[in-house]
T-cell receptor
Framework: GDSVTQMEGPVTLSEEAFLTINCTYTATGYPSLFWYVQYPGEGLQLLLKATKADDKGSNKGFEATYRKETTSFHLEKGSVQVSDSAVYFCALENSGGSNYKLTFGKGTLLTVNP | KAGVTQTPRYLIKTRGQQVTLSCSPISGHRSVSWYQQTPGQGLQFLFEYFSETQRNKGNFPGRFSGRQFSNSRSEMNVSTLELGDSALYLC????????????FGPGTRLTVL
């Protein structure tokens, strides 16, 4: 079945540091890929998405590129802020038979210190 | 546009009881999905409804059920609660096209004692 593997945290960075959170996936068909963020006490918010190979999703300084050859969708940000502290989830939706269902990674807790 | 709303936000029940959670999607969204979030298992898909029909179901026991009404509002029910059912239950709505963004509500925190 479909699965998502992302680097487990926690990740602790200083403000303005570079961020990478690795995400790889296993899926049949042609999945769409997502990054969601969850702030304390809240639900999930979509951060960015990519629906086909080589697409780059970007939002709020975060970027991720859909790499089909390496089945990866790594999240990057050049300069993190304290307000970026949250849990980040990589997810896929597979058009090849498990439509309408997001499969999530375990989540990565990011803490940014001033 | 109002976001996804879930009621109640917090719930405490005892083993053996049943519980009903409610979700109101974003206006115009006809697809509603439910997820269970626990520290051990992470986020797991429960089921998805569109136009009052269940289109997809996750690997949960039959004690977990749901339904959707004609106004797209959805409820999920858990019968004969177990301690392991303690979790954050998240509802998400979308316009139902594949790969469309799912918008999540704040969740209902269920504690089973």
């Amino acid at each position: 079945g479909d699965s998502v593997t992302q680097m487990e945290g926690p990740v602790t960075l200083s403000e303005e540091a570079f961020l990478t959170i690795n995400c790889t996936y296993t899926a049949t068909g042609y999945p769409s890929l997502f990054w969601y963020v969850q702030y304390p006490g809240e639900g999930l918010q979509l951060l960015l998405k990519a629906t086909k190979a080589d697409d780059k999703g970007s939002n709020k300084g975060f970027e991720a590129t859909y790499r089909k050859e390496t089945t990866s969708f790594h999240l990057e940000k050049g300069s993190v802020q304290v307000s970026d502290s949250a849990v980040y989830f990589c997810a896929l939706e597979n058009s090849g038979g498990s439509n309408y269902k997001l499969t999530f990674g375990k989540g990565t807790l990011l803490t940014v210190n001033p | 546009k109002a976001g996804v709303t879930q009621t109640p936000r917090y719930l405490i029940k005892t083993r053996g009881q049943q519980v009903t959670l409610s979700c109101s999607p974003i206006s115009g969204h006809r697809s509603v999905s439910w997820y269970q979030q626990t520290p051990g298992q992470g986020l797991q898909f429960l089921f998805e409804y569109f136009s009052e029909t269940q289109r997809n179901k996750g690997n949960f026991p039959g004690r977990f059920s749901g339904r959707q009404f004609s106004n797209s509002r959805s409820e999920m029910n858990v019968s004969t609660l177990e301690l392991g059912d303690s979790a954050l239950y998240l509802c998400a709505s979308s316009s139902s096209r594949v790969a469309d963004t799912q918008y999540f509500g704040p969740g209902t925190r269920l504690t089973v004692l």
